[in-house]
C-alpha cells in the first residue's frame, strides 16, 4: 500500500467525507488514491481560495471536519486567503498540500523543481500547525496528529505538506 492510499484510508476511517480542491500535478497521486477509494468525494472548484473557504463553510454547516486539497506552486499560494480566514474565524480546518518531488527541497534555492517552493514555511505563521511529510513517523500518526491539533480549542487550520514522490512511495 502506498501513501496516498494510507492517507485515503484514513479519511474514510475518520468520517472525513468531503474534499475540496483542484487536481494538480503535485497532488495527483493522492486524488487518485481517493478517488479509487471512494468514500471521500472530491469537489472540484474554479479556484484553491473557494477550496478553502468551501472546507470552513462545510465545517461551520454541518459540524464535520473536511479536507482541502491543493497542489504545489499557485496551488498552495491561492489557498492562503482562505487559510488566514479559517485562522482568523478559529475554524479547524484540514489542509494537504501537494509539492515537488522531497529530493528537490534539499537544494538551497527559491523554487523546486517546476512549481515548488516553502508552502509550510509560508503557511506557518497562519495556522495551528504546519508540517511537510517525512517518512520517519508512520502516516497515520502524523494525520491524527494534524486532526487533534485542528480540533483542539482554539480551533484553526493546519497544513501537511506531501511531496509527490511520497505520495506514490510505499507505506
Known sequence: MI??????????QKAITHSFGIIGGGNVVLWDA?????YTKLVCVHHEQAAAMAAAYYYRT???????????GA????VITGVLAAYMDRVPLLVISGNEA????????RVWGVQGYGSVEV???ITKWSMRM???????????AMRRIA??????PVWFDIPKDIQGAMA
Not at 62 to 72: A, D, M, Q
Request: proline share 5%; aromatic share 6%; with cysteine.
Open 3 to 12: 501513501v496516498a492510499d494510507k492517507i485515503a484510508e484514513w479519511l474514510e
Open 134 to 144: 517525512g517518512m520517519e513517523f508512520p502516516v497515520s500518526a502524523q494525520l491524527s
Open 151 to 156: 480540533m483542539e480549542p482554539p480551533f484553526g
Open 34 to 38: 481517493i478517488n479509487r477509494r471512494g
Open 123 to 125: 503557511a506557518d505563521g
Open 102 to 109: 522531497s529530493y528537490h527541497m534539499e537544494k538551497k534555492t
Open 75 to 78: 496551488g498552495s499560494s491561492n
Open 62 to 72: 454541518s459540524g464535520r471536519l473536511s479536507l482541502c486539497l491543493v497542489t504545489t
